[in-house]
């Protein structure tokens, strides 16, 4: 088995978007599911988590690696409804590399999991283990696959990972604001000839003043930056909330004059190099 594959369960971000007008896109916050081969990872376990919970336990594998980008509330607020979690019969080890702070992994989900916040604690997760690493470390599995792993631009840290098995590449770039110049540059070469390259392209050029500083880039730098790094697909991801199905058709179109192979993330794609 030499599948190499991504499936997007989450599109948004800040908050999930249910509603008429993002039914073709999707509402849910970031969560991939990738195989590579035998091995199942999943990347961020935002509200998008639940439903590939669903899938999962219906499935046979029971090991997973979790990684997370970062730890803000729309990438982790899945993880108390995703099922397997709670089912000692799997292996989920939880991995994040963005720490700059006191704080770990096992600690961030502590405190969204505690009443008075939610009403079970994270040592009910009986399925998890968790790990921290630093950004810029690479992680093997014993199939061959490769994560490496970069330091993003984002208020509190952020992580992207690219995946290489068999020769293809897939890279993961949210949460990341553009104009720092020492992460773009880093950015750049981490993406360089990649296959697919999933990024945030949250707001547009002419939105971009208006939220300066909050860790987030237009979908113009994304297509731009894939452009310049020979990116054989770009995905624009991370979808403001606010962002309507027909204004998400219209920014497809416009990114598709520039790069004509560029793709707007939408929850059930599915992606292989």
Not at 96 to 122: E, K, Q, Y
Not at 146 to 168: D, F, Q, S, W
Request: proline fraction near 5%; glycine fraction near 10%.
């Amino acid at each position: 088995m030499n599948e190499f594959s991504l499936k997007i369960w989450g599109v948004r971000g800040s908050t999930a978007a249910a509603g008429p007008e993002t039914l073709r896109y999707g509402g849910e916050t970031t969560c991939f599911e990738v195989w590579a081969g035998d091995v199942l990872l999943m990347v961020d376990c935002g509200s998008g988590a639940r439903n590939l919970g669903a899938k999962i336990m219906r499935g046979k594998n029971r090991d997973i690696d979790l990684l997370f980008t970062h730890t803000h509330l729309d990438h982790i607020c899945g993880l108390p409804f995703f099922e397997p979690a709670y089912d000692p019969s799997f292996c989920i080890r939880a991995m994040a590399g963005h720490f700059n702070d006191p704080f770990d992994l096992r600690d961030t989900i502590c405190r969204i999991m505690s009443p008075p916040i939610f009403p079970v604690g994270a040592n009910t997760l009986s399925a998890v283990s968790f790990k921290s690493f630093k950004a810029g470390d690479t992680l093997k599995k014993d199939n061959g696959l490769i994560i490496k792993t970069v330091a993003l631009n984002h208020p509190g840290g952020a992580c992207g990972y690219r995946m290489e098995y068999n020769g293809k590449s897939i890279c993961i770039i949210t949460d990341h604001e553009m104009g720092s110049a020492p992460h773009d540059a880093a950015v750049l070469e981490f993406i360089r000839d990649a296959d697919v390259v999933i990024q945030d392209g949250m707001y547009t050029t002419a939105e971009y003043p208006k939220y300066k500083g909050w860790g987030h880039s237009t979908w113009e730098h994304v297509v731009g930056i894939c452009q310049r790094a020979n990116v054989k697909t770009p995905v624009i991801f991370h979808h403001d909330p606010r962002r309507t199905d027909d204004e998400l058709d219209e920014i497809g179109l416009a990114a598709q004059q520039i790069h004509p192979r560029t793709i707007v993330a939408a929850e059930g794609m599915v992606l292989r190099p």
